[in-house]
């Protein structure tokens, strides 16, 4: 019986590889004949030579989600930072380079999303995967979001979440190594709520882990996706049966939202304001129902808007906030750098928003924190020529793969590239490098628009901790802060989570 089940599997599987190969000979042999200029431009710029229609695939071939930044870092090390690459008979440029890539992501013309990046996107296409004018209309509506007045309703569910955090926090001051992702990203979740749906969900006070659990494990596997050529075409990845599994894993959070978008609605009817003190508030949900209300958009484009800002805005917090953890644990120097700096500002006394701006240090180390562990790669499809300089126009019709974790530990631009050292964003080394070679947020029309909201959350809850408490880690700092085994939540994190320990601070035990 089992023998005739992995027949018939394998047979499945061979069925589908067929199919593949056969659809893309296809689209290789069509694209050759409709775009000569595109040829001439791949064949121009130096790149890995690739088999007939198939491309380079072969070259990619074993990478997956833990190996990626090794694997590409190793693919790139015999090219120059800008290089062409056929894949399946799509023409791809790989770049490293800041000049291509701040000109890249500046230009208004060529917002849309690279192909691969099909296996990112959740129910319907939202704010984070949309294209073209739909991305554009659902801009607009996001921008106010993040308005200054907005700000200190959003500070005010930082300082409060944080303090639930922190008797959470409490439990794990024992002794023991624990990982640190769960209980900053039931926060990180908490804040979203607030924030973005204006609608208290309590995660931290329910111990909601699943919904954790299951976001980043929905997150890992469209990353999967990503590296998997044979499940790139939709039908290939509905037929294997992956796409059921993504759903059955994704759902939870997605029931979760729907569960806030009703309660907000419901509030709404019942004349509610977002919250009590600051009727100018309104949340990003507030806007998509005021468009909803009027006929604009419909229920499930709202939900999948609300889906995609919880994941973009809670699990990128938390990876970092995490990181910057794990790395206070390992380097036991810039702790105590961070801590000084913090009990020279607040004295023991809670950091308000106020504090934020004196807290340079700590600024320089979530930025190498970034640098190291933030958004290794993004990718643009060229749809209007663009032209870098002189000497390198990009012709519409390639895709752009940008390889930003490369760029972050190019050591032209970094004096230590694989250590973690948080004097790179020292004002001095700062004004010497390129402008574009430090984008963990991107830049241009696309920016993050959360880049804000993250760095003060993010500041916030870490000098709160420290106040609190102090890390340390059972790890050795790795020889080279590349050389660790990653599972991709948007960003790396380490296959054996962030694991630290904790101890109370003197001044507590007194
Ligand atoms: C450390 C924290 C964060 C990092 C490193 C980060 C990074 C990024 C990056 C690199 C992108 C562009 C992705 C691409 O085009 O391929 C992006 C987009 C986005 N981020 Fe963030 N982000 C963070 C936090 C947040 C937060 C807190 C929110 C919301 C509360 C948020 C909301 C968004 C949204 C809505 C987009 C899509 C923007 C668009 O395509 O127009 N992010 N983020």
């Known amino acids: 019986m089992v023998i005739a089940q992995v027949a018939v599997q394998s047979k499945f599987t061979r069925n589908l590889w067929v199919c593949l190969i056969g659809a893309l000979l296809l689209r290789a042999l069509m694209q050759r004949l409709r775009n000569q200029r595109i040829f001439a431009f791949m064949a121009a710029l130096p790149g890995p030579t690739g088999l007939p229609f198939l491309g380079a695939i072969h070259r990619i071939v074993g990478i997956n989600t833990t190996n990626a930044c090794r694997y590409l870092k190793n693919l790139c090390k015999d090219y120059p930072r800008n290089f062409s690459i056929w894949m399946c008979g799509i023409p791809h440029v790989l770049t490293s380079d800041p000049e291509a890539i701040s000109a890249i992501l500046a230009s ?26 739909e991305w554009r209309n659902m801009r607009k509506l996001v921008n106010p979001t993040f308005c200054i007045s907005n700000f200190k309703v959003f500070e005010r569910n930082f300082q409060y979440r944080t303090n639930e955090f922190l008797n959470k926090l409490d439990k ?18 908490d804040l979203v709520c607030d924030n973005m749906i204006g609608c208290e969900m309590d995660v931290q006070k329910n111990n909601l882990e699943y919904l954790s659990i299951a976001m980043s494990r929905a997150i890992e596997m469209m990353f999967e996706r990503a590296f998997q050529p044979i499940f790139w075409p939709d039908f290939t990845y509905l037929l294997s049966g992956q796409q059921t599994s993504f759903r ?15 309660q907000r609605m419901k509030a709404r009817k019942e004349g509610v304001v977002a919250t009590e003190s600051e009727e100018n508030f309104r949340s990003f949900l507030d806007i998509l129902l005021d468009n909803f209300e009027a006929g604009i958009i419909s229920m499930k484009q709202v ?18 906030t995490a990181w910057v953890f794990k790395l206070l644990a390992m380097f036991p120097e810039v702790q105590e750098r961070v801590c000084k700096e913090i009990d020279e500002i607040c004295d023991g006394e809670q950091v308000t928003p106020e504090d934020l701006h004196k807290l340079v240090y700590l600024e320089m180390v979530i930025k190498e924190t970034l640098r190291h562990y933030g958004p290794p790669f993004t990718g643009r499809k060229i749809t209007e020529d663009l032209k870098v300089n002189e000497n390198l126009t990009i012709p519409a019709g390639i895709e752009v793969f940008m390889f930003l974790y490369l760029m972050h530990h190019d050591p032209e631009y970094w004096q230590k590239p694989n250590k973690f050292y948080p004097g790179h964003f020292s004002p001095n080394l700062e004004s010497k490098r390129p402008k574009g070679a430090f984008v963990p947020f991107l830049s241009g029309p696309r920016v993050c628009p959360g880049y804000k909201y993250a760095m003060r959350s993010m500041k916030l ?15 050795k700092p790795p020889e080279n802060m590349t050389d660790l085994e990653f599972r991709i939540l948007f960003m790396p994190v380490p296959v054996n989570g962030l694991r630290v320990k904790i101890q109370r601070r003197e001044w507590h035990n007194e």
């Open 461 to 475: 809850m870490i000098a709160n901790t420290l106040l609190h408490y102090t890390f340390s880690s059972n790890e």
């Open 172 to 189: 794990h001051a024992t002794g023991e190594e624990f990982d640190i992702h769960l209980p900053v990203h039931l926060c990180t979740l």
């Open 248 to 262: 059955k894993t994704y759902n939870p959070g997605l029931d979760f939202v729907k569960l806030g978008i009703e």
């Open 303 to 320: 939900t999948a808007e609300i889906s995609e800002m919880y994941f973009a805005g809670s699990i990128t917090t938390a990876n970092t």
């Open 108 to 133: 208004s013309e060529n917002t849309d999303k690279f192909s691969h990046h099909k296996c990112i996107k959740t129910e319907y296409p939202a704010i984070v995967s949309a294209q073209g004018d």
